[in-house]
């Protein structure tokens, strides 16, 4: 596998959560994990950081390896787990907010940046917020069924699904707009180098 930079990170970010995820496991007395879910976590998050390097292994090993969009889905998960171990989801009032627009921008970038040039930019914009959308409401039916059925934040749960769902898709369509923009500079640059048409 190459020994990209950004790839490094991306190993890195995947060791550092796993190390995360351990120290939770032994802590389980810690009030901040109290309620997080995170035995499940501690079994779908390797898992889910294992899709992209596997995929490349078995399916895509003749291309290069795509070390900027693992980086990307592996940044998410640190995010997530870090914010549990340092108590951030209870301390800092807006920072789930700041999660779910944030990690779902970087989640969709790694598809916008995966997906082909050559198709159609409203096709890639609509796959990359579909799919942000989407992805956005599961989490949310897994967080209903997880933390907030049979709860004491049920009473605020429409409200905060609402907002959780809408931060989600703005952040992955923004992230797939961003994508856009900079493929276009990045074509407009090379059509001004010398010896281009």
């Known amino acids: 596998m190459p020994g990209t930079t950004v790839s490094r990170l991306a190993w890195l970010g995947k060791a550092a959560v ?7 496991a032994t802590h389980t ?6 309620g997080k ?10 898992l889910a950081l294992l899709i992209i390097p596997a995929v490349w292994w078995f399916w895509r090993r003749s291309r290069p390896y795509p070390a900027l969009a693992d980086l990307l889905v592996t940044l998410p ?3 997530d787990v870090g914010g549990n171990c340092l108590d951030l989801y209870d301390r800092i009032d807006r920072f789930d907010d700041a999660c ?14 995966s997906l082909p040039p050559s198709l159609p930019e409203a096709a890639q914009l609509g796959l990359v917020a ?7 409401l599961l989490w949310e039916l897994m967080e209903y069924e997880t933390f907030i059925k049979g709860g004491t934040e049920l ?9 959780d769902m809408t931060l989600g898709t703005i952040g992955a369509t923004l992230a797939g707009l961003l994508v ?8 407009t640059d090379a059509g001004r180098r010398p010896g281009t048409r």
């Open 130 to 136: 579909g799919l942000g959308s989407t992805t956005a």
């Open 37 to 46: 879910a995170m035995a499940g976590r501690a079994v779908a998050y390797p």
């Open 29 to 34: 007395e810690y009030d901040r994990f109290a």
């Open 180 to 187: 856009l923009w900079l493929r276009r500079r990045s074509a």
């Open 155 to 163: 009473d605020t749960a429409y409200t905060d699904t609402l907002g």
């Open 18 to 24: 796993l190390a995360m995820l351990l120290f939770a």
């Open 100 to 113: 779910h627009f944030g990690n779902w921008a970087m989640l969709l970038g790694a598809l916008a940046v």
């Open 77 to 79: 998960f640190v995010v």
